[in-house]
């Protein structure tokens, strides 16, 4: 089956690292 | 709410809906900060097969230990909104996993695996633990941790759909908060704005250039206070670290005769100040006060900042908004962050013109009716309420 990805558009304004633990 | 498509109600997104779902497992990847479609791809696809594999090696595990019963899938509830993604656990409903929507980098469906890719923290000192590069990667490329969680539903590729429509709600919500209509701009058109900004890179020549960077010893006696009030730099600037807003008349900093206000501090005593919080600087720099002998890295810089905004029609929408001239926000990406702007500046002149004794109605008024080359020249706040007398300094 196909596989399907689905950026998510905020990304690119997130500073780099930033994320959670 | 502008129609976004998927299989969802908008405003069901904004309360959070719930999937069942089987976890199989979570694994960590090195990824670079904006990867292509493919290499996403292969990522899902790896993060899939060790999950798999861990599977298999725990079904055998338990195999040996006729546990043959025991479950190898734990039930989970997914709880999917416009905020947070949610894995609760489907008996205790306790939550497992808990990711603000904004940190999850891209969703992925095969057949009935759903697999989610969460940006890891990274702190601020960018510690080797959570930033490394691979080797051999080109140019040394900094890679970011990512941690990817494995499901398994009859719903995958509902569920996948679901949090890739609760990204454009979100997404659209937050263009809308930062004065983008998103129903007058499509994202590609923005993009294309971004991609004709050149970023303002004076401050990284500046930086760059060793002339600017000096290392100073700075004499003082036992007991004395270096002499100085430090300012944060503002977020979006290049350089994350304290400014010198004020000297202390007769103190060693002023008497050293070698600093001046604007120069940015980078180390004192071997320790670096860069990407701390204002507030731990400002103990480094106190904890001096025993010292006969300071040694500072400093980078000269003149105490207004540059800032130009290239910006080709009124529709698009600047990316900053100001408060009594004060920036308060800033749009990461946007034109005016390309541009300069840094978070917490008081606008001192816009086109030349000085705005210090402008009322805010005005220069909202000059800048949103700006259009082309905006020059902009700004400093942080607390350092020209000390400038102008309007704050009394205290000096550490």
């Given amino acids: 089956s196909a596989l399907t990805i689905t950026v998510n558009p905020m990304e690119k304004h997130e500073a780099p690292g930033r994320g959670e633990d | 709410f502008v ?14 809906i719930i999937f069942a779902a089987n976890y199989l497992g979570s694994t960590q990847l090195l990824s670079e900060r ?3 479609k493919n290499i996403r791809m292969m990522q899902a696809q790896e993060a899939v097969s060790r999950v798999k594999r861990m599977q298999k090696a725990a079904k055998i595990k338990k195999k040996a230990n006729s546990e043959v019963d025991a479950p190898t899938l734990t039930e989970v509830d997914l709880f999917i909104s416009t905020q947070r993604i949610k894995v609760l656990n489907a008996d205790t409903q306790e939550a ?4 603000a929507l904004r940190t999850i980098s891209y969703i992925a469906d095969i057949g009935s695996i759903v697999v989610l890719m969460a940006r ?10 959570c930033i490394e590069t691979t080797p051999g990667a080109p140019d040394g490329r900094k890679q970011y941790k990512m941690v990817c969680h494995v499901f398994e539903s009859e719903d995958a590729q509902l569920i996948a759909q679901s949090i890739g429509q609760a990204f454009s709600v979100a997404y659209q919500e937050f263009l809308r908060a930062n ?3 998103p129903e007058d701009l499509s994202q590609k058109e923005y993009s294309d704005v971004i991609s004709t900004q050149e970023m303002y890179n004076d401050d990284l020549v500046h930086f760059s250039k060793s002339e600017n960077c000096k290392e100073l010893q ?3 006696h036992k007991g004395e206070i270096l002499g100085v009030v430090v300012v944060e730099s503002g977020w979006g600037s290049i350089l994350p670290t304290v400014i010198l807003a004020n000297m202390m008349n007769g103190g060693p900093a002023a008497r050293s005769g070698k600093l001046s206000i604007g120069d940015q501090i980078t180390s004192v005593n071997g320790t670096s100040l860069v990407g701390l919080p204002l507030a731990t600087c400002q103990s480094i720099i106190k904890g001096l006060k025993q010292q ?3 040694k500072l890295n400093i980078v000269s810089c003149p105490p207004v900042t540059t800032v130009l905004i290239k910006r080709p029609d009124l529709k698009y929408q600047l990316g900053f908004s100001v408060q009594n001239g004060i920036i308060c926000s800033l749009m990461r990406g946007g034109i005016a962050e390309r541009g300069g702007v840094r978070v917490g500046h008081r606008i001192i002149e816009i086109n030349g013109q000085s705005v210090v004794a402008t009322a805010h109605e005005k220069i909202v008024q000059a800048l949103s009716s700006s259009v082309g080359e905006i020059h902009m020249k700004t400093m942080p706040a607390a350092m020209f309420r000390l400038l ?7 000096y550490i």
């Fill in chain 2, 34 to 36: 904006n990867p292509s």
């Fill in chain 2, 3 to 16: 129609a976004v498509p998927g299989p969802c109600e908008p405003e069901d997104l904004i309360d959070g």
């Fill in chain 2, 96 to 99: 497992m996993l808990d990711h």
């Fill in chain 2, 292 to 294: 006969t002998q300071v």
């Fill in chain 2, 179 to 181: 004065g983008i209509n």
């Fill in chain 2, 218 to 220: 700075l004499e003082k």
């Fill in chain 2, 120 to 129: 890891r923290r990274m702190p601020r000192a960018a510690s080797q633990d």
């Fill in chain 2, 388 to 394: 102008t007398g309007q704050e009394t300094p205290l």
